[in-house]
């Protein structure tokens, strides 16, 4: 590791992670036009963000940063390839790692894995479909679409909030900062599916303003407590493979979870692979 490298993750333990993140939320939501549209076309040129596939082109054409940041993309520029037998990239970015859940625990870098029941906010119930199951860690970047998609058709159980750090989600620090997605803040859905149960993991991250679903709107912080939301019958979400289930208001990571023997990752797959929303990356098998 380089000695900026080191430097960068070493000073995230001490900066006021929650502060500046809520800093940085609100001047994404300034929708003075000399603020937006300079954070805009800095953010473009910065982090090289291809405005040709997005439906509205202009800095000028957005309310605030967060408007631009979760922009919709013209239709049809990421068809669904997965089909009914096939797992559908849920956003574009970046495979961190897939692979096996093995003894309860996830791979995420050399030398560091993490807790499946930290990671769904220390419910054994909750985990236990997932022992031995699958699981895919995608990591989205600046320049990236940030509107979250269904892998497959799900109903929408329980969704979990947990509280946390905001360590950056970048590789460097993935590589360095032991325990980092079952310790930050996160939310986790719950889905049943035909395959079984279906767990997508949104992770939060510094600077992340927050997370949005469409069922529930913006998910605001709760502090240091755990909140979970059922979903019975009475209000059963239901939502297609492709269709958009959520969004990050700056940033992070995704990771997707499935029991034993009910998917086979794309073997073309690894650590690193570039992945787009709609892309096929792994195939149903039970």
């Known amino acids: 590791m380089s000695v900026f490298d080191r430097l960068f993750v070493l000073s995230q333990y001490v900066t006021p992670q929650h502060t500046v ?35 509205r ?40 790692q897939l692979g096996k859940i093995e003894y309860g625990r996830i791979f995420q870098a050399k030398g560091h894995n993490f807790s499946l029941i930290d990671l769904l906010g220390g419910n054994l119930q909750d985990a236990q479909p997932f022992m031995g199951g699958e699981f ?7 320049k990236d679409y940030h509107r979250i998609h269904m892998p497959v058709d799900g109903t929408l159980r329980k969704m979990i909030y947990v509280p946390g750090k905001l360590f950056s989600v970048n590789p460097v620090t993935a590589a360095n900062v032991p325990n980092l997605f079952a310790r930050n803040e996160r939310l986790v859905c719950l ?19 927050s997370i949005a679903t469409v069922w529930g709107g913006t998910i605001a912080p709760h502090g240091d407590e755990v909140r979970t939301y059922e979903y019975g019958s009475k209000k059963a979400i239901k939502l297609k493979q492709a269709e958009e289930m959520g969004r990050f208001l700056l940033g992070s990571t995704v990771v997707l979870l499935f029991p034993e023997k009910t998917i086979k990752w794309d073997a073309d797959l690894s650590a690193d692979s570039n992945v787009r929303l709609g892309q096929e990356i792994g195939r149903i098998v039970s």
Not at 39 to 50: A, C, D, K, M
Not at 191 to 209: H, N
Request: glycine share 8%; hydrophobic share 45%; net charge neutral.
């Open 21 to 55: 993140s809520r800093i940085a939320g609100s001047l994404a939501e300034s929708k003075v036009a000399r603020i937006k549209n300079t954070l805009i076309r800095t953010f473009i040129e910065r982090y090289g963000v291809n405005m040709d596939e997005a439906l």
């Open 57 to 96: 082109n202009s800095p000028e054409d957005y309310a605030n940063f967060n408007d631009f940041f979760t922009r919709e993309l013209k239709h049809g520029i990421r068809p669904n390839l997965a089909g009914d037998k096939g797992v559908a990239c849920p956003v574009d970015g970046a495979i961190s």
């Open 136 to 142: 895919a860690t995608i990591y989205l970047s600046p």
């Open 191 to 209: 889905f049943d599916s035909a395959q079984g149960p279906v767990v997508m993991v949104l992770v939060g991250a510094i600077i992340v303003a």
